[in-house]
């Protein structure tokens, strides 16, 4: 059954302009791939999708050797925002990049949502 990267990319648009504090979203596969990308100008998908696929591998590794078990959801918290990885299931990885005025539990809540919506696609 083929991805339906239409709908994806509609999931995405969505959740970026439905979404207060978001500033881009990218769905791409654990291998570095980009499926589809709602993201700021100026930023490469490719790179985002490599770089987002960088971070789940040493995610992987971190939860494996401190024994965390599965990694669910990586979170990188800088001076301007933050970057959440979360698992899409084995096949995809949903990377959310949000402003700094973002509040944590919401923004943890609304990205279940779309991460839920978009496993209905996958």
Do not use: H, W
């Amino acid at each position: 059954m083929a991805i339906n990267i239409e709908k994806i990319g509609y999931i995405l648009q969505d959740f970026v302009s439905g979404t207060p504090d978001i500033q881009g979203a990218s769905l791409v596969t654990p291998d570095g791939l980009p499926l589809a990308a709602t993201i700021p100008s100026g930023l490469d998908e490719e790179r985002v999708a490599a770089m987002s696929a960088a971070m789940l591998s040493l995610g992987e590794r971190i939860g494996d050797e401190l024994t965390r078990g599965v990694i669910d959801r990586i979170f990188v918290e800088g001076t301007d925002g933050f970057a959440i990885l979360t698992s899409c299931g084995a096949d995809a990885v949903f990377l959310v990049l949000a402003n700094k005025a973002a509040k944590q539990g919401v923004l943890m809540l609304e990205i279940k949502r779309a991460t839920s919506e978009i496993k209905l696609v996958l």
